[in-house]
Every structure is written in C-alpha cells, then in structure tokens.
Nanobody
C-alpha cells in the first residue's frame, strides 16, 4: 500500500521560502504514469492544486503560483519536495502531497498524505 507523508517546518516567516518534503513508501515515485502533486487548503477555503512532478521528472505548475513554486525529487530517497518562495500570511494553509494518474487533482483519495499545517507569521 502506497503511503505519503509530508514533513517540514510548521512556521515560516514572511518573505522566506517554505520547503516541504513528501516521503513515499510502498511504491516508487518513478512508477509509470503517476503524478505526484502538492495541494493546499487555506483556512476556510477550498483545496488548491499547486503543482506536480511526473514519474519521469517533468514538472507542472499552477499558473497562479508558477513564479514562486518549485517541485523537485530525490529518487534515491523516494521523496519529492515543494519550495514556495516569498511567502505571505496568505500562504498559511494545510499542505498535502498526493499521488494520482492525473496531473491536476483536488479530489482526495487513498493516496494523499495526512497534511501538514504551515503558518506564515512573524
């Protein structure tokens, strides 16, 4: 059973870079035709897809976040990471990592992490 687990700091200061890691167990991030996404949910708002990295390493980003977002992977550790630069309090959210056959997803399934709260505050 594939499991995903987010990790990273829970508090980030404004203007700094938010960095999160998703560790995958029970399956490889290079398995054909899977996309590995980051999704977030600000308080009181809906789920927002941020971007994804494919099984081959190709990256995709939400147009609204593309200028501040970078997704990469470490296949030796079976992990993929999110970096979001120049954060503001509006980036406060629960951040999820997920696996899907689709590039863009905001539909929770069995292959989402539990989510990690990130607060942007000085």
């Amino acid at each position: 059973q594939v499991q995903l687990q987010e990790s990273g700091p829970g508090l980030v200061k404004p203007s700094q870079t938010l960095s999160l890691t998703c560790t995958v167990s029970g399956g490889s991030i290079t398995s054909d035709y899977y996309y590995w996404s980051w999704i977030r949910q600000p308080p009181g708002k809906g789920l927002e897809w941020m971007g994804a990295i494919s099984y081959s390493g190709k990256t995709y980003y939400s147009p609204s976040l593309q200028s501040r977002t970078s997704i990469s992977r470490d296949t030796s550790k079976n992990q993929f990471t999110l970096q979001l630069t120049s954060v503001t309090p509006e980036d406060t959210a629960v951040y999820f990592c997920a696996r899907d056959h689709r590039v863009v997803t905001t539909t929770p399934n069995n292959y989402w992490g539990q989510g990690t709260q990130v607060t942007v505050s000085s």
